[in-house]
């Protein structure tokens, strides 16, 4: 291979690639996610306990994970996050896969709690000793 062609032979290979797709959000910051694309994933869902993102992006190759957990996020109809084997209507999720679902997010959400509360811990004191520095 001629070494002044080897950026254009690599470029030139057929990969799939995903273009982000960008995200529209609120005032407050938050993410907001179209109802019908939405409304989508659930009829994707229907039937299909379980299906992994991999699973779904085969089935809609532009969405990518980010934008497929954020629909997930965005009610109480997909059961979904840590501790789950991937996506299902809550419907028909099992009642044990919904309880664990529901704990690992609330102890997921303690975790980040203590952190947050000791990044401010912190924050105070730091600047307490830069206060008695002056």
Sequence with gaps: MN??????DCTQ?????RLRQKR????QGNVVVNPETVAELKGLLRKRAGITAEGLRA???AWDDRHIREMASSTLEIVSGPGTQ????FDEAEDAEVERAARKLMSQGRKMF?????????????????EEIK
Excluded: F, Q
């Design 3 to 8: 070494p002044s062609n080897a950026i254009t």
């Design 24 to 27: 529209v959000r609120d005032a």
């Design 13 to 17: 290979m057929d990969l799939p690639m």
């Design 59 to 61: 089935l809609r190759p």
């Design 86 to 89: 991937g996506y299902t209507l």
């Design 114 to 130: 203590r952190k947050g509360a000791g990044y401010l811990r912190k924050l105070a004191l730091r600047k307490k000793l830069r």
